[in-house]
């Protein structure tokens, strides 16, 4: 019962279709039978014309005949012409098929009870398509059945498309059940794609779909064009008509509904296959050649051949393609995928966005008068054929640079420019180049940075990521020697007896700490002052934590000449005596500066050691000057 409430709900809105889409043609063409011609033609004769018309955009054709006294009336030789118009004003068609896509989707949102609101609008829209193709039975070709079928397919087919489009989009079990069939089916004939394809096949028809729009959006911007720069030899053709008021709204909506057409054609001339308007002529970017034309202002825009220039109209729906391939490649979908699937994806999406630019321009082609005029519009598969090369080109290098850009060399590059300024060069050639042996002349050099281009990126990166480490390794390993050699010498000195320079600042090299030496007044009995060290001040790329012994510093009181205890003149004050941290507590306090520098430095690379990460958590102080957000 619900599907069949659905299924009359969908016909009476198709009806209601297609009844605004006759009323678009009956408007002005009453207008111009009342007003223009004062109600002399008959109303059936009106009836016929109107109704003709709309199926004629409904791909009906048309029969006309004239006798000789109307051929003569119209400009054309007194004789008597019979000729088929099958050229289809496509604005008129875009009419139903816009309103035929927002019934489909709509009724998607039903699920699988929707596929009978597709059925009855089709149903709905042939009925008045038949009703039509009476009325108008003496200028069709054909029975009114046929072109009642044909109108309703229009309207059907575009309601299908956009029913289908949305129950894949949303997952309906009955959509999810068919993919696992075909998937099945496809697995039992031997060909075995796995469980990313339905996926795969979802970016392939964005892919195209964005493609084929592009295209459309650049066409209709150089008709646009075209029309701005032949706009004086539009208005010129229009004057020459000399109509009426009534006449020249009626050229002017006959026009609109032309504009479609136009696109189409605009297209056709710039994938650089061109179109033709009767038989034996051309225009295409590269050369414009041209018979007697009706009197249609529209075709005042049509523009002359460009030469050598032409290719310049390719070129530019090839750049376009180039941009859409970067933009697709950074895509999740498009970032996840083997190489191979995403060339298989843009090549089949170029393809399919080729064969729908094909199916467009054998829609825009027909007959629009007789004789040399029965053959217009573009070459099918020509046009079809170099959109898919020239769209197919543009994406394919947008992809792979797309992905290249994203995928690796990015994501690299903050790594391998320090190693490769570390280390002399990003690849060995290169190295060897820079610094060549010896006795070796510009020729090996040469040579050698020469086999550069050879070597793999990926290989490369690893290579210097490698020379990263083991540059921070060594380093590491310096500041551990330099803190030995320091440690030695403080109790070297201690030995020996010196009273106040056992812990002078020349025991602690300005380079190992990369700042100015530190003052003697930073080294006194309590050790270092938190506040006159600065984490901020300290370079923690020039002194490793990792390698920083605090075991080196231990012994930071300074001694009596042949003694382990404090100077008397130290601990003249016993409560300062008593109030001093003893040397462990000293430790613990450079171990806690030691571990906030490392967690606030800028070596990311850098992991705390094991030897610190066994020492207990200080105490927190009052007093450490917090590193600010920036380093």
């Not at 009419?95 to 009870?113: D, T």
């Not at 394919?396 to 994203?406: E, K, N």
């Amino acid at each position: 019962m619900r599907s069949l409430v659905t299924a009359v709900i969908a016909a009476i809105e198709a009806v209601a279709v297609a009844l605004a889409g006759i009323a678009v043609v009956a408007v002005p063409a009453v207008l111009v039978w009342v007003i223009t011609f004062g109600l002399a033609a008959e109303p059936a004769s009106v009836a016929a014309d109107v109704t003709g018309i709309w199926l004629l955009a409904h791909f009906v054709p048309l029969h006309f005949s004239l006798s000789a006294e109307t051929a003569l009336g119209l400009g054309l030789a007194p004789e008597a012409l019979s000729f088929t118009l099958s050229l289809v004003p496509l604005g008129i068609t875009l009419i139903s098929v816009l309103l035929a896509l927002r019934a489909g989707w709509r009724f998607a949102g039903r699920g699988g009870v929707g596929a009978m609101g597709v059925l009855g609008g089709a149903v709905g829209f042939g009925a008045v398509a038949l009703a039509a193709a009476a009325l108008a039975a003496p200028l069709i070709e054909g029975s009114a059945v046929q072109a009642a079928l044909s109108a309703a397919a229009v309207y059907g087919a575009a309601s299908c498309a956009a029913f289908l489009v949305r129950a894949g989009r949303d997952g309906h079990p009955w959509w999810e059940s068919g993919v696992r069939i075909a998937l099945r089916g496809l697995e039992y004939l031997g060909v075995r794609f796995g469980a990313a394809l339905p996926s795969r096949a979802a970016e392939m028809f964005r892919l195209a779909a964005a493609a084929f729009a592009l295209m459309l959006g650049i066409a209709a911007l150089g008709f646009a064009v075209a029309v701005a720069v032949g706009y004086a030899d539009v208005t010129a053709l229009a004057q020459s008509l000399q109509l009426d008021p009534i006449g020249s709204l009626t050229l002017f909506l006959a026009q609109l509904a032309l504009v479609p057409l136009a696109i189409v054609w605009s297209l056709a001339w710039m994938s650089g296959a061109g179109f033709e308007i009767g038989a034996g002529s051309s225009v295409t970017p590269f050369e414009t050649l041209l018979g007697p034309l009706p009197a249609l202002p529209m075709l005042g825009v049509l523009p002359d051949g460009w030469g050598e220039r032409g290719a310049l109209a390719p070129g530019v729906l090839v750049i376009a393609a180039l941009a859409l391939g970067v933009l697709f490649a950074r895509r999740p979908g498009m970032r996840r995928a083997s190489w191979p699937a995403a060339v298989s994806i843009t090549v089949l999406a170029a393809v399919l966005s080729g064969l729908s630019v094909a199916g467009l321009s054998a829609l825009a082609r027909g007959s629009m008068g007789p004789d040399r005029l029965a053959s217009n519009g573009p070459d099918p598969w020509l046009t079809g054929g170099l959109i898919a090369l020239e769209v197919g080109g543009g994406l394919l290098i947008g992809v792979i640079a797309g992905r290249f850009d994203a995928a690796k060399f990015r994501a690299a590059l903050p790594s391998v420019v320090p190693a490769a300024v570390a280390s002399g060069g990003l690849l060995p050639g290169r190295a060897a180049a820079a610094d060549p042996a010896p006795g070796a002349g510009v020729g090996a050099g040469a040579d050698a940075g020469g086999d550069s281009d050879d070597v793999d990126f990926e290989t490369a990166v690893d290579e210097a990521l490698v020379l990263a480490a083991d540059r921070d390794a060594a380093r590491g390993r310096r500041a551990v020697e330099d803190a030995t050699a320091d440690m030695h010498e403080i109790d070297a000195m201690r030995t020996a007896g010196d009273e106040t320079d056992a812990f002078d600042t020349a025991a602690f090299d300005a380079e190992a700490f990369g700042t100015e030496p530190t003052r003697a007044e930073a080294s006194d009995g309590q050790g270092f002052g938190t506040e006159t060290f600065d984490t901020e001040t300290f370079d923690t790329e020039a002194f490793d934590t990792e390698a920083f012994d605090t075991e080196a510093i231990v012994q930071a009181e300074p001694l009596r000449p042949g003694s382990d205890e404090p100077t008397a003149e130290d601990a003249s004050d016993e409560g300062e005596a008593e109030s001093r941290p003893d040397a462990r507590r000293d430790s613990d306090e450079l171990i806690d500066e030691a571990t906030l520098v490392q967690a606030y430095s800028w070596d990311a690379e850098a992991t705390p050691s094991d030897d610190a990460a066994e020492e207990p958590k200080p105490e927190r102080r009052s007093g450490w000057r917090w590193p600010g957000r920036g380093h």
